[in-house]
């Protein structure tokens, strides 16, 4: 029989003397008893702020809203809670009002790029599909601040069989991402039909969950849902830890029965100043993400949404963070550091140099210790010339197995059979001039 640690106890005798710990291990009634306010924060922590304080915070909930799940805030360590990286990403603080000059509230064009409501269609095959606005912590650190708390941007059942609609007339699509707000924050059987709807597309190959649920929500992981899940195979799911001291008991246990279903299993984080901006602590992360059968997936640069200033480190620490795990540690337990792109030009993956030199024959490398090191070239490579005639090419692929894309980007400059030399950004001063536009 499970039981209440001692800090668990008091926040739940708070809420109510009645509270049994079956009540706080049941997730909908964790999501009842969300902290929305500064006084119930206060009060089950057993912490006071000053007048001063309180008002920029009120100012700021008023413009950014508040929302703690009981079992989260029981994470943060009380004795030095300013400090805590639990606090810093459930608490808000006076520093989200700071709007910085790079901010915008849509940095990454996801409306702009979106074909349907709350679908965005970015890269060739895939799709992100908002399903839920609602989550039960409001992250301090959400690149979709500018959503949350907004009732009039929840997607209700029209817009999202509209989003499946564009999914099922678009060929392209093998991969549907359903993020949100937090996809596990709607109930199982809505769940359920967006899931059944999806699969019974015969271009959709796989499906993707982002969810936090692990981390602030691991009740949520319940054995029904585990059931109805598994009806969708192959479904990824992909948690969002950010801190080795999210991973409890509770997440632990959430995480093996996800794990135990054969879900395959991905993390991204997100690089915040004064939470996980050291080597280290990102190390003890991924150590303890990999023993729970969870691949770290992504780190990500934090984003230019507003109110993040304060979050955000220079590039330079997160390769820094990489630098110490390429080599040092496993490898599947090294995440691709991205920086999505401002704009809407998606992830662009950041790593340390690796490659230092180059002569025709040889590459010069060095490794994670310092070590440089020459890779001979083969003296001879039969270079396939691709004329694209797959038909009498020497490589065995079935090509009706593959079906053929258009080269794109970079890839055009590689490619043999494509004629383009120079990939040229529109609207150059120099190309004005030869075509003889003036000024
Ligand atoms: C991140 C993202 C995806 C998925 O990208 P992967 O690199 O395949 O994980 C798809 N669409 C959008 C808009 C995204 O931001």
Known sequence: ?????????????????????????????????????????????????????????????EKFPLSITPYYLSLIDRSDFRNDPVYKQAFPSP????????????????DADAPAPGLTHRYPDRVLFHVSNVCSMYCRHCTRKRKVGDVDSIPDREQIAAGIEYIRNTPAVRDVLLSGGDPFLLDDAQLDWILSELTAIEHVEILRIGTRTPVVLPYRITDDLVTMLKKHQPLWINTHFNHPREITAASRAALAKL?????????QSVLLAGVNDCPRIMKRLVHKLVANRVRPYYLYQCDLSEGLSHFRTPVGKGLEIVESLIGHTTGFAVPTYVIDAPGGGGKIPVMPNYVLSWATDRVVLRNYEGVITAYQEPDSYPAIDCDRNCAECTLTLKTEDAPEQDPVGITKLLDSYDETIALVPEGTERLGRRNGESD
């Open 95 to 110: 520093a989200e009002l700071n709007v910085s000059r790079a901010d915008m509230a849509d940095p990454l064009h996801e």
């Open 1 to 61: 029989m499970p039981k209440f640690t001692e800090i668990q106890q008091q926040i739940a005798e708070r809420i109510s003397p009645d509270t049994l710990i079956s009540h706080w291990r049941d997730w909908r009634w964790q999501a009842r008893h969300r902290i929305r306010d500064i006084d119930t924060f206060e009060k089950l922590l057993g912490i006071q702020f000053g007048d001063e304080e309180r008002q920029t915070l009120e100012k700021t909930i």
């Open 259 to 267: 794990a135990d279903a054969g879900f395959p299993l991905g993390n």
